[in-house]
């Protein structure tokens, strides 16, 4: 099984609907992260959390909500879905010896029509 | 806040030669971090290379190496003897020694030609 886990690989949703991206890891650490990939753009910060309790917006959190529901799956959620919110979503996660970098998910592409 | 220019969106390379991938960074930080990604067309993130700022030699991996030039605030990627299936999506990132948010590049798209 795969270190970081993110479901569903891809999705297509309307405009207007509310949809939740799951992640989930079996790496033991405590920090996970949403980035959100564009062409162009690179990969954006949307949220993190540094432990269950620890919630913090990143650069592009508008249009986003986050749910740590336990210290192996963070979750993300688009309450109404936009097209421009259409992007390639990657899920990492990082030990607190941040040499290692990170540990990504294999992403799951969003589109919004 | 910190910055990670990479000012190449493109690159090509011969199979068997060298290329190098360009990155700057921007900080006030003096304990961080820098990493190379590998993005191939699977979308799979893959950690290529990491260099400590504190170290000054700079990290290989087999066939990839760094360029770690402290006071210009350069990062450069070198990939010798470059294969088809180094053809990917490369991107550059910072971390520093505050937290562990990873800062990124834009990325530049190396073709390999055969």
């Known amino acids: 099984d795969a270190d970081v886990t993110q479901t569903p690989r891809n999705r297509i949703t309307k405009t207007g609907k509310r949809i939740m991206l799951e992640c989930s890891q079996t790496k033991g650490h405590d920090r996970m992260y949403w980035y959100r990939q564009d062409p162009g753009l690179g990969l954006r910060l949307i949220y993190y959390s540094f432990d269950v309790k620890d919630i913090n917006k990143g650069e592009i959190s508008d249009g986003y909500s986050v749910s740590r529901q336990a210290q192996a799956k963070f979750s993300l959620s688009l309450e109404s879905a936009i097209p421009n919110q259409t992007a390639l979503y990657f899920c990492?996660?990082?030990?607190?010896?941040?040499?290692?970098?990170?540990?990504f998910g294999s992403g799951t592409r969003l589109t919004v029509v | 806040a910190q910055t990670v220019t990479q000012s190449q969106p493109e690159m090509s390379v011969q199979e068997a030669e060298t290329v190098t991938l360009s990155c700057t960074y921007d900080t006030s930080e003096s304990d961080y971090y820098l990493f190379w990604y590998k993005q191939p067309p699977s979308r799979q993130m893959i950690l290529v290379i990491r260099?400590?700022?504190?170290?000054?030699q700079n990290a290989t991996e087999n066939r990839f190496s760094v360029n770690f030039q402290k006071a210009a605030k350069s990062f450069s990627l070198k990939i010798s003897d470059s294969q088809l299936g180094d053809a990917a999506m490369y991107f550059c990132?910072?971390?520093?020694?505050?937290?562990?948010?990873?800062?990124f590049g834009k990325g530049i798209t190396l073709s390999v030609r055969p």
């Open positions: 990492a996660t990082s030990a607190p010896d941040r040499v290692y970098g990170y540990t």
């Open positions: 260099q400590e700022a504190y170290k000054q």
């Open positions: 990132a910072y971390g520093s020694g505050a937290n562990s948010k990873l800062t």
